[in-house]
Nanobody, 127 residues
Framework: QVQLIESGGGLVQAGGSLRLSCAAS????????MGWFRQAPGTEREFVAI????????MYADSVKSRFTISRDNTRNTVYLQMDSLKPEDTAVYYC????????????????????WGQGTQVTVSS
């Protein structure tokens, strides 16, 4: 059974930083792309950042580019999201997700390509 457990969310002032972690178990971690998505109240879940199974390819949403950094440690089965220069509009529940296909040849940000999701961690940025 695949399990993804996020941690690191919280309340921070605008301009501050947070680091999210997502520990995965249940199937080989190093074979699958990992992603971070977020959902604010009344909105659809949106893509934030994704990283390929090898770590060699990364994609960011335009809204977070140059402020957020995704990384992974395949020895620890963990993916991270370093969030700097946070803005109130970054407030949301953040979810990590794992690709449904191993060794996917190209990155894909569509939620339908991810079949395992964490429970989410709340990030609140005050102005």
């Amino acid at each position: 059974q695949v399990q993804l457990i996020e941690s690191g969310g919280g309340l921070v002032q605008a301009g501050g930083s947070l680091r999210l972690s997502c520990a995965a178990s249940g199937r080989p971690f190093s074979r699958r792309d990992m992603g971070w998505f977020r959902q604010a109240p009344g909105t659809e879940r949106e893509f934030v950042a994704i990283i390929s199974w090898s770590g060699g390819s990364i994609m960011y949403a335009d809204s977070v580019k140059s402020r957020f950094t995704i990384s992974r440690d395949n020895t620890r089965n963990t993916v991270y999201l370093q969030m700097d220069s946070l803005k109130p509009e970054d407030t949301a529940v953040y979810y990590c997700a794992q690709s449904s296909l191993a060794y996917r040849p190209t990155l894909d940000a569509r939620t339908g390509f991810y079949d395992a999701w964490g429970q989410g961690t709340q990030v609140t940025v005050s102005s």
